[in-house]
């Protein structure tokens, strides 16, 4: 298949919304996609990211906003007349049509001649490896082929933009992370412009360009998965990036080398983003892998006193779950395997240790992070 001509050169989201019953599942999205871009939305269940994608399809109508590519509305298009390719999560192949037929039903019902059909077809089975497979049913083929076939049905169209809705939640761990590697090559390959659902980051970090990470129908951030890994800019994208220990913490001192902050379990310096002030509850994060087991001969300020409550082997490391005097978990990553029981401190480059501003209520107080959580959830 030749490489896919662009057919646009930007794609302008403005103020996209979408209410339901008077629920805003999308609020204000605003965002410019250049042809060629691998875009992933990113986010928990229920923060919009597949209504921001139906949306985008013509699938859902916009109750706010505008769509434009190259400066022409879209938005007032049918979902056919966009001429997106779309990649569903269950894939919704034909069951009674080989893998063949499947693949060529939308250049039919586009009136594609016949050999041009054959040759398009022909060449996308090929991009995805599923010659021996071409005429047999979905029934006959295991999930990874499956969702290759979605994939091929998407792409035999030679669309200007294809969107895909988390289409691998359904596959195994290592079926993932070759399918990650397909969908990569394959966007790489035929100069595809691609907007990709998750709900899981690191599928994110690995395949985008950039990122739009969504929580309750609205934008948090924006950004390359560089900027997003390392300079998250609130406690929530901090948590979507791998900032597994959360902690809820008030802010002690603030100066040149950092903010200084205390609960019941740690009294330590970090680098507070955005605004916090002495006095103001915060929200410490720290990722596992930036968090140490403290050797005999560490001592000072700065170390947190725990016991060790599991321990996983993770190949190269361990995963070590160690639980603070107030009972909070605290995740951390070690070469050596301590032992179930053992005490042990922990330390942290007050430079990984970010501290955001909290959650305030309409009182002014401090949200906890599990009503966040259950908020989320729902």
């Known amino acids: 298949m030749a490489t896919t001509p662009h057919a646009f050169e930007t794609l302008k989201l403005t103020g996209l919304g979408r209410s339901f019953g008077g629920h805003a599942a999308l609020a204000g999205l605003d965002l410019t996609i250049r042809a060629g871009e691998f875009i992933a939305l990113l986010g928990p269940s229920g923060c919009g990211k597949s209504t921001a994608l139906n949306c985008l399809a013509g699938l859902l109508p916009l109750t706010h906003g505008t769509i434009t590519?190259?400066?022409?509305?879209?938005?007032?298009?049918?979902?056919?007349?966009?001429?997106?390719?779309?990649?569903?999560?269950?894939?919704?192949?034909?069951?009674?049509?080989?893998?063949?037929?499947?693949?060529?039903?939308?250049?039919?019902?586009?009136?594609?001649?016949?050999?041009?059909?054959?040759?398009?077809?022909?060449?996308?089975?090929?991009?995805?490896?599923?010659?021996?497979?071409?005429?047999?049913?979905?029934?006959?083929?295991?999930?990874?082929?499956?969702?290759?076939?979605?994939?091929?049905?998407?792409?035999?169209?030679?669309?200007?933009?294809?969107?895909?809705?988390?289409?691998?939640?359904?596959?195994?761990?290592?079926?993932?992370?070759?399918?990650?590697t397909e969908i990569r090559r394959l966007h790489q390959s035929l100069g595809l412009t691609t907007i990709y659902?998750?709900?899981?980051?690191?599928?994110?970090?690995?395949?985008?360009?950039?990122?739009?990470?969504?929580?309750?129908?609205?934008?948090?951030?924006?950004?390359?998965?560089?900027?997003?890994?390392?300079?998250?800019?609130?406690?929530?994208?901090?948590?979507?990036?791998?900032?597994?220990?959360?902690?809820?913490?008030?802010?002690?001192?603030?100066?040149?080398?950092?903010?200084?902050?205390?609960?019941?379990?740690?009294?330590?310096?970090?680098?507070?983003?955005?605004?916090?002030?002495?006095?103001?509850?915060?929200?410490?994060a720290i990722r596992p892998e930036d968090l140490r087991i403290a050797s005999s001969e560490d001592t000072g300020d700065g170390l947190i006193v725990a016991e060790v409550a599991v321990v996983e082997y993770h190949g190269r490391e361990f995963s070590v779950g160690a639980t603070a005097k107030s009972g909070t978990t605290l995740y951390v990553r070690s070469e050596l395997a301590p032992q179930p029981g053992d005490k042990v401190r922990l330390r942290v480059d007050p430079a990984r240790a970010l501290v955001f501003a909290a959650d305030l209520d309409a009182a002014g107080e401090p949200v906890a992070q599990t009503a966040l959580a259950g908020e989320a959830a729902t």
């Open 197 to 284: 659902v998750t709900h899981d980051q690191e599928e994110a970090l690995s395949m985008a360009d950039r990122l739009v990470v969504l929580r309750e129908g609205r934008v948090q951030q924006v950004g390359t998965p560089e900027e997003l890994h390392t300079a998250p800019v609130n406690w929530h994208v901090a948590d979507f990036m791998g900032y597994r220990n959360l902690l809820d913490v008030t802010v002690t001192e603030s100066g040149a080398e950092g903010v200084l902050v205390s609960n019941e379990d740690l009294h330590i310096r970090g680098t507070a983003v955005g605004g916090v002030t002495p006095g103001g509850a915060a929200r410490l």
């Open 69 to 180: 590519m190259d400066e022409k509305r879209i938005d007032t298009l049918s979902p056919e007349q966009r001429g997106f390719g779309m990649v569903f999560q269950n894939y919704a192949l034909f069951p009674h049509m080989s893998v063949e037929r499947n693949i060529a039903f939308g250049l039919q019902m586009r009136k594609v001649s016949r050999s041009e059909t054959k040759r398009r077809v022909t060449e996308a089975i090929a991009l995805v490896k599923l010659e021996a497979h071409a005429k047999k049913l979905p029934g006959q083929l295991s999930g990874g082929q499956q969702q290759r076939v979605a994939i091929a049905r998407a792409i035999v169209l030679e669309p200007s933009l294809v969107l895909m809705d988390e289409p691998l939640s359904n596959l195994d761990a290592k079926l993932r992370l070759d399918m990650r």
